[in-house]
């Protein structure tokens, strides 16, 4: 079996698969406030300043991507629902832990005043915009967790009625 094939069936793991994809946030929200910052070293800061939401958002994208791959190892035909909710939710989150250092962009740019505009928008608003990305992970696992427990139901009436 190639490397490439192990790494694959690893990630058939809901739980492995949620832990790489939260682990993946956490680099990307890193990699976003260390270029608005200009070093690693800053960015990593601007990333912790951001309190409970930086355990939050990763933990919240890892449980919703790990539902959504115990859902897609449990079910052959059509996930597209369960798809589109993890995306949006992923989606969201990474969105707004890039809106929450987007103000830190101005920093580097200040010619530019819609970057301004927003700075001061989102920075007011930065816990709000915050809470609504968890919010979207949260009704996004809610609505995978139901289609987990309704294919469950679905794949033991099929088992019962074989046997």
């Known amino acids: 079996m190639s490397l490439k094939q192990r790494i694959k069936l690893y990630l058939r793991n ?3 698969f949620g832990a790489s994809i939260g682990i993946l946030v956490v680099l990307f929200n890193i990699s976003i406030a260390s270029l608005a910052e200009g070093s690693f070293e800053k960015g990593y800061e601007v990333f912790l300043t951001n309190g409970i939401f930086v355990y939050l958002i990763p933990l919240a994208v ?6 959504f791959r115990y ?23 990474s969105l707004t832990m890039v809106a929450c250092c987007l103000h830190h962009v101005s920093d580097l740019l200040p010619s530019i005043g819609l ?6 928008f989102l920075i007011q608003y930065k816990d709000t ?13 809610i609505y995978i967790a139901r289609a987990i427990i309704k294919d469950r139901i679905i794949i033991a009436n099929l ?3 074989v046997s």
């Not at 890892?62 to 539902?67: A, D, E, I, P, Y």
């Not at 970057?115 to 001061?120: D, M, P, V």
């Not at 915009?129 to 696992?141: D, K, Q």
């Open 14 to 16: 809901p739980f492995v």
């Open 71 to 93: 859902h897609r190892n449990i079910t052959t035909g059509n996930v597209a629902g369960t798809e589109k909710m993890g995306m949006a939710g992923s989606a969201t989150s």
């Open 62 to 67: 890892s449980v919703q991507m790990g539902l």
């Open 115 to 120: 970057i301004l505009a927003a700075s001061s």
């Open 159 to 161: 088992e019962k009625s």
């Open 129 to 141: 915009i915050i809470i609504i990305g968890l919010l979207a992970n949260v009704a996004g696992s």
